[in-house]
């Protein structure tokens, strides 16, 4: 479903980030009285009123600097505005208007965007007060208050009639295992599902950006059914200049989600750039299995080989569940061993554990190293039990396990993909304290802890 868009847009600190979280009701923006805490753009889906869902953008704080900062906010901004459907001009009652407002109402007038002129920091004021904001030419001021919660619903009423209504797209049937092949333009993700295919199901070239929509293609081997979900190169945000390649980059995320198993393909030539660590941040978030492959590997020389694999460990230690494979797509070697791990890998993310087994490798987890004491108080891991799957899914219940420390729980989760033998899948915990029976009863004293109580006390003022 292809939602309606809000862009949240206007200098640093007037309160972007706190309408955003407000909508959003989240803390998914950073907030700070610091100026230029934003600088990429945040999307969330939000429900703006009931049954209408729709998506808001936070971007940064636009100025007059020129500088290369400033410069790759004001392209993140435009970026949004391409995408969005209503604007949010956010001023602040506070500071009143000033030169920076209305330079940028002036950029906005000439964009003919449906806008809204929404007034932040407005607890107290008057309409009176407010009077100045009409000289920006953007109508009528919405006041609200972002950080207390005040004038939302007003501001909601009046975008609700401006918002265009959602179009269902035609979900894509998927068959057996769902396999995305992630990666940044031009590292050969065409060329290597053409090679799997055996044929040139999908256009390559060498040339960055050739794949834009996300293109699925079921397809059986020995038996077992896949869907390859052929994905768009993700690219850094500043550097996507067409407003079909930011649709593209929203397919590709909602690939991820909907497959079992990623393929994040790398060039060998470059090996782990910011990108690709970005890529393997948001697999690793979504908590999908994972495989990580090498192409062009042919292209290179002993000694090159030896300082990727070298790089690789150190860099790609915080996917180290992902096993590494090296191949190269154009000359077709490896690329069979690849289905081997592929089928591993969506076994062990939908595998389902008996919760005696659990507790059993539980135990001995405690028995190797005892939880560490968090505010002198003692963590007890009580019991556990699988609670989901794709990625695999562990309740543990116990006391104080609300601040459990995160290099406990890294403990755990690696003790625990050795014990169960998993590979190219991550595992997620949830911890659950259980509710103290006291909480909230007083104590009732007998009477004679009533007469120690009154002794001990008139003993207390004698001494003072």
């Not at 004679?448 to 004698?462: D, G, H, L, P, V």
């Amino acid at each position: 479903m292809s939602l309606p868009v809000i862009s949240l847009v206007g200098r640093p600190n007037v309160g972007k980030s706190t309408l955003f979280n407000r909508l959003s009701k989240s803390r998914q923006a950073l907030v700070s009285d610091f100026e230029g805490l934003t600088r990429d753009r945040q999307y969330a889906t939000i429900d703006l009123d009931d049954g209408v869902p729709c998506s808001i953008i936070d971007t940064g704080g636009l100025t007059n600097e020129n500088n290369m900062i400033d410069s790759g906010i004001h392209g993140q901004v435009l970026s949004a505005l391409d995408e969005s459907d209503v604007v949010y001009f956010i001023v602040s009652a506070r500071d009143g208007v000033t030169a920076l407002d209305h330079e940028l109402a002036r950029q906005l007038r000439r964009l003919k965007l449906t806008l809204i002129l929404v007034c932040n920091k407005a607890e107290g004021s008057t309409p009176a007060s407010l009077a100045e904001f009409y000289e920006l030419g953007l109508g009528e001021p919405v006041p609200i208050s972002a950080e207390h919660g005040k004038g939302i619903e007003e501001l909601v009423d009046l975008t609700l009639p401006l918002l265009p209504a959602p179009t269902d797209d035609i979900e894509p049937e998927i068959e057996g295992i769902a396999v995305a092949v992630l990666g940044r333009p031009n590292v050969g993700k065409s060329t290597l599902i053409n090679r799997i295919l055996g044929e040139d199901r999908v256009l390559a070239l060498d040339l960055p950006g050739t794949t834009r929509d996300t293109i699925f293609i079921p397809f059986e081997r020995n038996d077992q059914l896949y869907t390859l979900i052929d994905t768009a190169g993700i690219r850094r945000k500043r550097s996507v200049d067409h407003k079909i390649e930011k649709f593209s980059i929203l397919k590709a995320i909602e690939a991820i989600e909907n497959c079992h198993v990623v393929i994040l393909i790398l060039d060998a030539s470059e090996g782990v750039t910011e990108q690709d660590a970005t890529l393997l941040g948001m697999v690793a978030d979504k908590g999908r299995a994972l495989l990580i492959v090498n192409n062009k590997w042919d292209g290179l020389d002993e000694y090159q080989k030896s300082e990727v694999k070298r790089k690789l460990d150190i860099k790609l230690s915080f996917v180290n569940y992902a096993s590494v494979h090296y191949i190269s797509a154009l000359h077709g070697s490896g690329v069979g061993k690849l289905f081997g791990p592929i089928n591993k890998a969506y076994e062990n993310a939908g595998a389902k554990f008996g919760t005696p087994m659990l507790n059993e490798i539980l135990a001995k987890a405690n028995e190797g190293h005892q939880p560490p004491p968090v505010a002198g108080r003692r963590l007890k891991l009580k019991y556990i039990h699988q609670s989901g799957f794709f990625p695999p899914t562990f309740t543990v219940h116990g006391n104080h396990l609300h601040s459990i420390p995160n290099a406990y729980g890294r403990y755990l989760q690696n003790f625990f993909t050795s014990a169960l033998g998993l590979t190219n899948t991550p595992i997620k915990f949830e911890f659950k304290s259980g509710e103290n029976p006291f909480k909230d009863k007083k104590n009732k004293l007998s009477e004679r802890q009533i007469q120690k109580r009154r002794r001990m006390m008139k003993f207390t003022k004698k001494k003072k």
